[in-house]
């Protein structure tokens, strides 16, 4: 009851308000006063120290030299305001940039000194960070080691950034290609979406092709493999990448050479497991975390490094704590065999990872360690402020059109019959008339479907509060006095109807107050169960790096099929309507697990 003494109070507040509007001074129009007392200047910005975004557009002598060369710089600080683009000036860029590389072969041999740059997965204000630190690229020399894209609020920007640097600079930017340079893995994450939502198809569909052109592998200073992800069994030669391998297609098979370049990992016993040499089929076993490729032993790694005279696999595709991770020494040359390299910080906003860069001059190597970077704050999955509102706003209308039902006590709910004043019967009314105007105008036949087509209802909410309203109409009857009577029944299907609205709005906005920090887990819904334990729980669950990393290891492999994705959003369907459709609170549905189907 305190609860809907408060709600009324509210009511009452904002109705007293509307009523003395006119009296109000409007000489401070632009100052708003929130409920807890404090001023906002609607004019200056929360958060001075993050810039202004830019909304002007490029003209082509910006960002264009006379040779139709991009100004990477002035990207920079362009993007870091975040700025755009037009469309045609970054399909422009993309495809000059895939021009260069499909001259490329699918194995480069790059010399020294060079810096190896690992994932960086669309965080693109850590990225301008990196740069800060290691060097301008006229005056530094990069490999990237693959998944510009993918995961992080940015990718676009990461993308077209690089692709600037590689136009302007062919022979001092390397950019090999990763797991997520694919059209599965970014039709699966948030590319695509980002690429759909900001820009159009056409950019995404460059990007994709853009993908086909990005070599494979690269050997540094004769010494260093440089590649994604790591090894194969199919590889025995430096060569094969270059003679097996047709790397011109926008996906990955789902075996073989091509596959294990990008896909596979160091076993977990790496550091421990003791192999005999003859032992042949223990060198490779399948990967179960990536569904797809293998994890590669140390005694696997060894002999390829020995086979081909080289001192040690430079590798990107798992994140790191500390950004790197250094492997078992190789027992022949006293050096490393296997150096992971992860430079994307806090990853996805949960990890709370450092990232790393590996710089090498030809005699000695080092590791730099950088922490992530400030940076404007995105919603996630590109949704805007409408979205991202509306669950806390459709929770607050709920419970004000529940404080406006729940008129009767429990005493008068137990009873066959309730009567009611004239102005409450009205209020009923205006409810079921609302009711039936939203069915009506939610209700439509496609009438250039064919005969058979079944007409179009808005939402099963819709339909039910149709079927309510057309049972409440035949349980009114009139009465003598200026009142009515209601049976019992009618009032408590409303108040059944709106909790179900309640709770289901409830969870929406309960998702949105976490999804900063789960955005990456399970696409942005929430993992099974992580409700129940409450928000402090769920809030300290996310701390470590091994915690958000054993969340997202799902995330981390081959992504379903178009068929297996079919029959999730089938089953998500369901689980909804169960849970909506549910007429008590102890409804034998998990409201976490609603998210997680």
């Known amino acids: 009851m305190a609860k809907q003494e408060e709600i009324s109070i509210k009511v009452e507040n904002a109705l007293k308000k509307l009523g003395t509007r006119h009296h109000v001074n409007t000489k401070n129009s632009s100052v708003y006063v929130g409920d807890t007392g404090i001023e906002y200047d609607t004019k200056e910005r929360v958060v001075k120290s993050v810039l202004p975004p830019v ?3 490029p003209r082509e002598e910006e960002l264009f030299d006379k040779d139709g060369v991009p100004d990477y710089r002035f990207l920079m600080k362009h993007f870091q305001r975040e700025g755009r683009l037009l469309e045609d000036q970054l399909v422009r860029i993309i495809e000059k940039a895939e021009s260069i590389m499909k001259e490329e072969q699918n194995l480069l041999y790059v010399d020294v000194p060079a810096t190896v740059v690992g994932d960086i997965h669309g965080q693109f204000y850590d990225l301008l960070g990196m740069f800060e630190m290691c060097g301008d690229p006229s005056e530094t020399q990069y490999i990237f080691l693959g998944d510009y894209v993918d995961r992080g609020d940015r990718s676009i920007e990461v993308l077209i950034l690089l692709y600037a640097m590689k136009i302007s600079h062919p022979t001092h930017m390397w950019l090999l290609r990763g797991n997520h340079e694919s059209r599965r893995m970014t039709s699966y994450f948030t590319f695509q979406k980002e690429c759909l939502c900001r820009y159009s198809e056409h950019l995404y569909k460059a990007a994709t092709r853009s993908f086909r052109a990005l070599p494979l592998c690269a050997v540094l200073n004769h010494q260093f493999f440089c590649v994604h992800a790591g090894i194969s069994s199919s590889l025995w030669d430096l060569e094969d990448i270059n003679e097996k391998i047709d790397r011109f297609t926008e996906d990955f098979p789902s075996k073989g050479l091509f596959c294990d370049l990008m896909w596979s990992d160091p076993s977990e016993r790496y550091d421990e497991e003791d192999i005999d040499e003859d032992d042949v089929k223990r060198y490779y076993t399948f990967n179960y975390e990536r569904r797809c490729s293998d994890f590669y032993s140390y005694r696997a790694v060894e002999t390829f490094l020995n086979h081909n ?55 000695s190597f080092n590791i730099k360690q950088f922490d992530s970077y400030p940076a404007p704050y995105f919603l996630p999955n590109q949704m805007n402020l409408f979205e991202w509102s509306l669950p806390f706003v459709g929770e607050k209308v709920v419970e004000i059109l529940s404080a406006v039902l729940n008129i009767c006590t429990e005493d008068e709910l137990n009873k066959d019959e309730i009567s009611l004043d004239q102005e409450n019967m009205r209020l009923i009314r205006e409810i079921d008339e609302s009711n039936r105007d939203e069915t009506e105008a939610g209700t439509a036949v496609d009438t250039d479907a064919g005969p058979h087509k079944r007409p179009k209802t808005a939402s099963a909410a819709a339909a039910h509060a149709e079927k309510v309203a057309e ?13 009515q009577v209601l049976f019992g029944e009618s009032i408590r299907k409303k108040m059944l109807m709106v909790g179900r609205m309640s709770r289901i709005l409830s969870l929406l906005r309960e998702e949105r107050e976490k999804i900063d920090e789960l955005k990456s887990l399970n696409h942005g819904e929430l993992p099974k169960r992580t409700l129940i334990d409450g928000r402090e729980e769920l809030h300290n669950k996310l701390r470590s790096f091994k915690e958000a990393r054993d969340m997202d290891i799902a995330n981390e492999g081959l992504p379903p099929t178009s068929a297996e994705m079919a029959a999730r959003a089938q089953q998500r369907s369901e689980k909804y309507q169960q849970y909506v459709s549910s007429d008590d609170d102890d409804a034998d549905v998990d409201p976490a697990e609603v998210g997680d189907a």
């Open 55 to 57: 909304n002007s557009i």
């Open 309 to 363: 005279d080289l001192l040690s696999v430079v590798r990107g595709h798992q994140p790191q704590d500390s950004g790197y991770r250094i492997y078992k020494v190789n027992e022949m040359t006293s050096f490393p065999s296997l150096i992971t390299i992860f430079s994307a910080p806090n990853y996805c906003g949960t990890y709370n990872n450092m990232a790393a860069v590996l710089v090498y001059n030809g005699e």
């Open 471 to 483: 049972n409440d109409s035949e349980d009114k009857n009139t009465v003598t006095g200026g009142s």
